[in-house]
């Protein structure tokens, strides 16, 4: 059974987006945004559904997603989402930011995520300041 989103006029599919009648260009507004917080949003659901699963029915569960997806991204999903706890996710960076700081603590991660939101750092540039950072703590 594939789920069925409807926003309005806006019928969301598995591969495509169904207008219905006319709208007006105002009422394009929110399903737009709405697929941009999904697109941004389903990592971290991804990662927390794969993590609280396998807490609760061990290996069976991860067959679940056999076939879906690359078993490669969704070990990424699941450890990135294990890592960088629910409190220390910053919604206003992308889910390659969090993967970025991921190997750190979670006190370290905070301070990175905001100095990322903070300077305008992009996931790259953030990962090499995460890079610095750890081979400065290596020589001292």
């Avoid at 927390?48 to 029915?57: C, M, P, Q, V, Y």
């Avoid at 990175?112 to 300077?119: D, K, V």
């Amino acid at each position: 059974m594939q789920p069925k989103i409807a926003l309005g006029n806006f019928e969301f599919l598995p591969a495509a987006v169904k207008v219905h009648g006319k709208p007006p260009v105002e009422d394009w507004a929110g399903p737009l945004q709405f697929a941009i917080w999904c697109q941004r949003a389903s990592p971290w659901w991804i990662g927390d559904l794969l993590n609280s699963g396998d807490a609760r029915f061990g290996e069976a569960f991860s067959q679940a997603c056999e076939g879906h997806v690359s078993s490669e991204m969704l070990q990424r999903y699941e450890s990135v989402a294990r890592r960088v706890p629910p409190h220390v996710r910053n919604p206003s960076l992308s889910w390659s930011a969090h993967a970025a700081v991921a190997r750190l603590s979670p006190d370290q991660q905070r301070l990175m995520l905001q100095r990322a939101e903070t300077n305008g750092w992009n996931s790259e540039q953030l990962r090499k300041k995460v890079r610095e950072m750890l081979a400065s703590k290596s020589r001292n």
